[in-house]
């Protein structure tokens, strides 16, 4: 089965299958140049295609503190760098430590999502990332959002990431 919807200058196409090992779903956006060819290039962070049969492994969110923590949290127990970019790397750190610990690497990586008390750090954020996601040829889908506050006053970054489990 296949389906076109027309939103503004994209098509999105859906191919669902059902398999032997189960129900399958693809999706990817297909623009339309000026001679009516269809191209697959979207912005990077729009989306992953990844087959839906695929083991997958989810990383809780986790910030600039230690991975292995007391809770609750005691707060002159808690240090963690005051600046975003040495947040940023203790987050990115934290969840490498989980990526190589399932044999898992940052291009298995499908989807992050960040909650950030301050959008204005986001370019900050974005380039630390960027030493771990050290290839350009596509970033995993990424969702921000403005929070208020986490669960530690200190901390102004958590992140949660998927992974693919290559197999």
Not at 2 to 16: G, M
Not at 93 to 110: A, H, M
Request: charged fraction near 20%; include cysteine; hydrophobic fraction near 40%.
């Amino acid at each position: 089965m296949q389906k076109l919807i027309n939103r503004r200058d994209f098509l999105v196409t859906s191919t669902a299958g059902l398999t032997a090992s189960g129900a399958s779903l693809f999706s990817f956006p297909l623009s339309v140049n000026a001679q009516g060819n269809r191209s697959a290039q979207v912005p990077r962070g729009t989306y992953v295609q990844a087959d839906a049969r695929m083991d997958l492994l989810y990383l809780s969110g986790t910030t600039a503190l230690d991975l292995y923590h007391l809770h609750p949290h005691v707060p002159y127990e808690i240090t963690v760098p005051e600046d975003i970019r040495g947040q940023t790397h203790m987050c990115m750190r934290n969840i490498k430590e989980i990526l190589d610990d399932q044999s898992v690497t940052w291009r298995d990586v499908v989807k992050v999502n960040r909650f950030q008390t301050d959008l204005s750090e986001s370019d900050a954020i974005e380039e630390v990332m960027a030493e771990y996601f050290d290839f350009w040829d596509w970033w995993p889908a990424m969702t921000t959002m403005k929070i208020r506050n986490l669960s530690s006053v200190p901390t102004r970054l958590e992140m949660e990431a998927i992974a693919v489990i290559p197999g």
